[in-house]
C-alpha cells in the first residue's frame, strides 16, 4: 500500500510541469483568441469592469484606486460599488501591452484555472482521490460554467480565493506555513468583493470546527491563520480607505457602508419573514438548476443521510466524507439565511454553493453508481483531461457569442 502511494506520488509531481506547460499553452491560445475575434460581452458587468480596466491604465497609479462611473447605467461620479481589486490585474496586464479591450477577460481565465487547480485539492480532503479528481472536469460542465466560461467580473476571483482559504487553513493545522495564503487569499478577496469575503471567513472556521485536523496537526494554527488574515484584512481597508480620501476627498466606506450595506435589508419590515422565504426558495430553484444534474444527487444524499441518522450513518459517507458532507450544509445554510432577507437577490451571490452542491453529488454518485465510479476511476489516469475540457468549452462559448 505504502509503495503503491509512493508511486502516485512520484508520478503526481513527474506529470506538474507537463501540466503546467499545457495550461500555459492553451491560455495563450484562448488569449489569441479573444484577440483575433475582438470579443467583447454581452454581460453588463463584465462590459463595464472591462471598460474601467482600461480607462485606468491610461491614468497615473495614483488614481487607480478611484474608478469612475461614466455614464454606465445613468450613472456618474466615483464608482464605489466594489474596492478596486477586481480591476488592478487588468490594468497591469494592459499596462504590460496587452489589449484593453480583451484584458479583464485574459485575467478571468488565470482564475478559472485557479479554480479548477483548487477543486480537487480541497475535496480530496474528505474524498477519494479519484473521486477528487474527477471534479477537475465533470464541474466545468454544469450550467453555471457555461454562463461564466468568459466573463469580467468577481465570481471567479471569488470562488478562487473561497477555496483558497479554505484550504491554506487546513494545511495551516499541520505546517503554519500555509498561514501566508490564508492572508493573501483573504485579503485579495476582501480587495475584490468586500464584505462578500465574509463568507470566506465562516467557511473556513466551520472547516475547522468539522474536518478533523491532519495526523500530527492543530487546529490553533488554523484558527491563528484565520485570525491573522483579520487583521491584516483590517490594516489594508484602513490603508485603502486613507488612500481612498486622499485621492478623491471623500470616503469610501461611508458610501459602502450606507449605500451598499445599509441598504440592502430591511430587517425591521414586517414583511422580511415572507420576503426571505420567497427569496430562499428561489435560491434553491437557481441551485437545484444551476448545479444540475449533481445537485438531485446532491439532494438525494442528504435525504439518504438524514434518515440515517437514527441508525448510524449514511453507508455512502465514510466518517471524514459524512463531515465533509455536514460542512456543505452547514455553508449553504449560511449562505441562503445571510442572503434571502436582501432586498436584492442575483444568482450570482450564491455562485460558490453550486460548486460545493454539485461536488456533493458527484462524490455521493460515485458511492452509488457503478458507472459513475468506473468513469471518475478510468479518467483518473488522464491528467490532461481538465485542460481539454476547459479549452473545448471555452471554444465552445467562445463560439456560441460570435454567431449571435
Not at 491604465?57 to 455614464?71: C, F, T
Not at 492572508?183 to 468583493?193: E, G, Q, T
Request: glycine share 6%; charged share 15%.
Amino acid at each position: 500500500m505504502k509503495k503503491a502511494e509512493g508511486r502516485k506520488q512520484k508520478e503526481k509531481i513527474f506529470l506538474l510541469p507537463f501540466a503546467f506547460s499545457l495550461w500555459a499553452a492553451l491560455l495563450v491560445a484562448a488569449a489569441a483568441l479573444l484577440l483575433s475575434s475582438d470579443f467583447r460581452s454581452r454581460d453588463p458587468d463584465s462590459a463595464l469592469y472591462a471598460r474601467l480596466s482600461g480607462e485606468l491604465a491610461q491614468q497615473p497609479a495614483s488614481r487607480w484606486i478611484a474608478p469612475e462611473w461614466g455614464g454606465a447605467w445613468d450613472n456618474q461620479g466615483l464608482f464605489r460599488e466594489h474596492p478596486v481589486g477586481i480591476l488592478l490585474p487588468s490594468v497591469l496586464l494592459i499596462r504590460a501591452g496587452f489589449p484593453s479591450a480583451q484584458a479583464a477577460y485574459a485575467v478571468n481565465m488565470l482564475y478559472q484555472v485557479a479554480v479548477i487547480v483548487l477543486i480537487p485539492l480541497v475535496a480530496g480532503i474528505v474524498a477519494t482521490r479519484s473521486e477528487s479528481r474527477s471534479l477537475a472536469w465533470l464541474l466545468q460542465l454544469l450550467p453555471i460554467a457555461f454562463v461564466y466560461r468568459i466573463r469580467a467580473n468577481q465570481e471567479h476571483p471569488l470562488l478562487m480565493c473561497f477555496l483558497a482559504v479554505i484550504y491554506a487553513t487546513h494545511r495551516a493545522r499541520s505546517n503554519q506555513a500555509w498561514i501566508g495564503l490564508t492572508i493573501a487569499a483573504f485579503c485579495f478577496l476582501v480587495l475584490v468583493k468586500g464584505a462578500f469575503a465574509m463568507f470566506a471567513l465562516v467557511a473556513a472556521a466551520l472547516w475547522i470546527l468539522l474536518v478533523p485536523s491532519p495526523a500530527g496537526g492543530s487546529n490553533i494554527k488554523g484558527w491563528i491563520g484565520l485570525a491573522a488574515a483579520v487583521v491584516c484584512a483590517a490594516l489594508m481597508v484602513a490603508g485603502y480607505e486613507a488612500l481612498y480620501v486622499r485621492t478623491t476627498g471623500e470616503s469610501f466606506l461611508d458610501f459602502y457602508r450606507s449605500t451598499r450595506l445599509g441598504e440592502s435589508m430591511s430587517l425591521s419590515d414586517p414583511g422580511v419573514i415572507l420576503h426571505a422565504a420567497r427569496n430562499g426558495v428561489w435560491y434553491v430553484g437557481r441551485l437545484i438548476w444551476f448545479a444540475a444534474p449533481w445537485s438531485l444527487a446532491a439532494l438525494a444524499a442528504i435525504w439518504i443521510w438524514v434518515r440515517s441518522r437514527g441508525v448510524g450513518s449514511a453507508a455512502r459517507f465514510d466518517p471524514l466524507s459524512e463531515r465533509g458532507l455536514i460542512w456543505s450544509i452547514a455553508i449553504a445554510v449560511v449562505f441562503f439565511v445571510v442572503l434571502s432577507p436582501a432586498n436584492v437577490r442575483a444568482e450570482r451571490f450564491i455562485f460558490p454553493i453550486y460548486f460545493i452542491a454539485a461536488a456533493v453529488g458527484v462524490v455521493a454518485s460515485n458511492r452509488a453508481f457503478d458507472l459513475v465510479r468506473r468513469v471518475a476511476v478510468s479518467t483518473e489516469p488522464r491528467w490532461w483531461l481538465p485542460q481539454a475540457v476547459w479549452f473545448g468549452t471555452f471554444l465552445l462559448s467562445l463560439g456560441s457569442r460570435l454567431v449571435r
